[in-house]
C-alpha cells in the first residue's frame, strides 16, 4: 500500500481500456513511436482517473491536551480488506523519510490493530465487522539553521578618553555659599567628545560681590576649533566685567528695583550698563585672545548665559542676559518662568554665538535680550546649556514652558542634591542616557 | 525622533568583476558593517543600504538602521547597466529616506551618501538616467573606479572630479583598503552629526584622504 497510490499500467491494457486495438506485442514499440501525442494524453486521463484527488486528501489542525499542535492529513485510501479472528497483516509505506515514532491512534470500538515500527506493518486480529477508521500518528523531526546577530548596547561602546586638557578636567563641579544663597554647578563633558579623547566645550563660572551672586554658563560651539578656550575666556572676562559694573551701578539699581512703582525700562536700563556692557567687554576680550594666538575670533565661538541675584529683604532680585541657546529659568513648584530669549538655530547644534553676526549692533535687540525678576526666596534660578535642555525637554520649546516637566526635573536634581557626595551624583545625573544627545551638559543651580 | 544619516553602497556586479574582484567587495563590505557596529555614534546614526546593478539593478538590502543591516552578498554577471542603478537609487532615496517638514519644523534625515564602486563601461542609457536624477537628494554620490572604469563617466555621475577615486587594481588588497576607507570616511560624517550647520555633515573635501601619501624624507635632499 503506497500512501501516494503510484499507479502502473502496460501500454497495451492502457490501448484496450480506452477501446482502441493493441498491436501485436512486437509492434508495441513502433506503434508508441508513431503515436505518441495520443499515448501522452491517454496516460494523462488515466492518472488523472485512477490517482486519489487533491480534494480527496483533507488537512485539519487540532491541539492536543498537552497544547501540542497535530496537522492530521485524511488520505482517501483504503487498506486491504480483513476478517475477524483471522490475524491481519498489511505493510504500510510512510510518505517521509525522517519519521519518528509511528503509533496507531487508540480507538476504543477497534484497538485490535496495532502498528509494528520494525517491519512498518499494522499487525492484530479484529474481532468486530465493519467500516474502520485507522489513524497513524508519527512526528517528524525538523530542523532549522538560523542566523542572527547581536548588536553590541551602543551604551557600553562609548569610549572614555581622558582629555589632554591642562586646567579644564573633563567634568568638573563647584559648591559656593553667601548668606543666603547656595550656588551649585556641575559640568559633563559629552560622550562624544569623551569617545573622541577632545575637551569639553562648555564652561562655567560663579563669584560673589557685595552680596551679589554672579554665575555664568557658556557653550562652546563643536563646529569651531578651540571654543573650549573660547567658553572659559568669556566666562572669565564677563565676571571679572560684571563686578566692576555693579560697583558703579548697584545702588541705583536697587533702588529702582526697591522703589514702590517702577519702569521695566530703567530697570533694563541699569541691567544694559551692567550686564550688556560686560558682556561687550568679553567679546571684546575673545578678539583679543584670537588675534594672539593667530586664529579667526569664530575659531572661539562660544553661547554666554550669565545671571545676577541679591538677596533683598524678603525676597530676592534676578537679572539675566542670554545668547545663545541655553535656558535661564525661575522655578518653584507649580510655576516656571523663562528669564530669556532662547537662540535656536535651523539645524542642531546651530545657534547665534555671543561674537554672531549683529549681536552687538541694535540697542533694542541687546535689551530684549535682557530679563529680570523678583522672585520668592524658596524660587531657584537655573541655568543649564543645551547638552541637557534637549535630550530632557525632546528637543520641544512647549515642554520647556511647562511646569510638570520642570517638577520631573527638579525633582531628579534634588534628590541627586541631597545625597552624601552631591557633586558625584550630580555628575552621574548629568550623564543620562537618550540616544543621539551626547552633547557637553552644564548646569547652575543657584538657590 | 533622532535624524539619521544614509548611506549607500552602490555596486556594479557586471561579470568582469567576478573572481576575486566581488569575493573582495563582499569581504570589504562584511569588514565594514562589522567595524560601524562597533562605534556607538554609527550604531545610533547610520542608515546602510546596498544596491546592485549589472543587466538589470536590484536593490541587494533595503535602508536599513544599522543595528537591523545585514551583511549583503554580491555575485558577479551580465552587463554594465548604471543607467538602471541610478533609477533604482533614486527610487529607493524617494521611498527610504525621510524628508523633512518645514511647515512643522521636522526636520528628516541627513543628506544621504552614496559610495558607488564600479569597474567598467556602462551599456546602458546611463546618461538619461543621470539627467533625471535629483542631485540635490544627495549630500554626494563618490564614484570609485575600478582599473577598466571610465574616469570621464566617473566624474559626471558624481558631478565633479574631486568626488571620483581610481583603484590601482581589482585586488583583495586594494579592494580591502577601499572599504577601510569608506568605512572612516562613514565614521567621519557620523561624528559631524553634532556639530552639521546644514543639510550636508560633511564635504567630500574633508573626507579622510584614501592612501595618504607619504612625506618625503626631507633629509635626503
Known sequence: MNLFGSKSISIQQLLKQSGIESPNKDDVADFVLMNKEQIKKLWKDFIQKESPQKENIVEEVSTTDVGTKVKTVYHDLTLDNGQVNKKYETKVELPDDDIESVELQENKEFNELRFDTETQKIIGIPQTEGDKEVILEYVIRKQLKLKLYINDDPRSLWKDIPSKQENKPDNECAVSQQEDITVFSASRRGRSHAQKGTPRDDHFLTDCFNGWTIAVVADGMGSAVQSNLGSRVVCESIVHNIKYNLELNEDELISLVEAESFEDQEIKGKLYDILVKSAHSAYVEMTKVAQNRQLKVSDLSTTLSVVIMKQLQDKKFVGSFQVGDGVIAAYKPEEVTLLCKIDRGEYKGQTLPLNGRDVFISRDALIERLFFNTISNETVVVLMTDGIIDPYFDNDDEKLKDKDEWKQLWDEIEVALSKNKPEEEMLEWLNFYKEGEHDDRTITIIQ | ?221
Open chain 2, 1 to 221: 525622533m533622532t535624524r539619521k544619516l544614509p548611506v549607500y553602497i552602490m555596486v556594479d556586479t557586471s561579470g568582469s568583476m567576478s573572481g576575486e574582484p566581488i569575493q573582495s567587495v563582499n569581504n570589504g563590505v562584511k569588514m565594514l558593517i562589522r567595524s560601524l557596529r562597533k562605534n556607538p555614534q554609527a550604531l545610533e546614526t547610520v542608515k546602510l543600504g546596498f544596491i546592485e546593478y549589472n543587466s538589470t539593478a536590484k536593490e541587494t538590502e533595503t535602508l536599513k538602521d544599522l543595528p537591523q543591516v545585514k551583511e549583503p552578498v554580491f555575485t558577479a554577471s551580465g552587463g554594465t547597466c548604471l543607467g538602471a542603478g541610478l533609477d533604482l537609487l533614486a527610487t529607493c532615496l524617494k521611498r527610504d529616506v525621510v524628508t523633512g517638514d518645514t511647515k512643522n519644523e521636522v526636520k528628516g534625515d541627513w543628506k544621504p551618501l552614496v559610495f558607488h564602486l564600479t569597474d567598467g563601461y556602462p551599456n546602458d542609457n546611463w546618461e538619461d538616467a543621470l539627467a533625471r536624477f535629483d542631485r540635490k537628494s544627495v549630500n554626494f554620490i563618490l564614484s570609485c573606479g575600478v582599473p577598466g572604469s571610465d574616469r570621464s563617466v566617473l566624474e559626471k555621475v558624481s558631478g565633479g572630479t574631486d568626488k571620483v577615486l581610481e583603484l590601482e587594481s581589482a585586488t583583495e588588497a586594494e579592494l580591502s583598503e577601499y572599504f577601510e576607507w569608506v568605512t572612516a570616511s562613514i565614521t567621519m560624517a557620523t561624528n559631524s552629526v553634532a556639530t552639521a550647520e546644514n543639510d550636508e555633515v560633511i564635504t567630500p573635501g574633508s573626507l579622510p584622504p584614501f592612501k595618504p601619501t607619504v612625506t618625503a624624507n626631507e633629509e635626503l635632499f
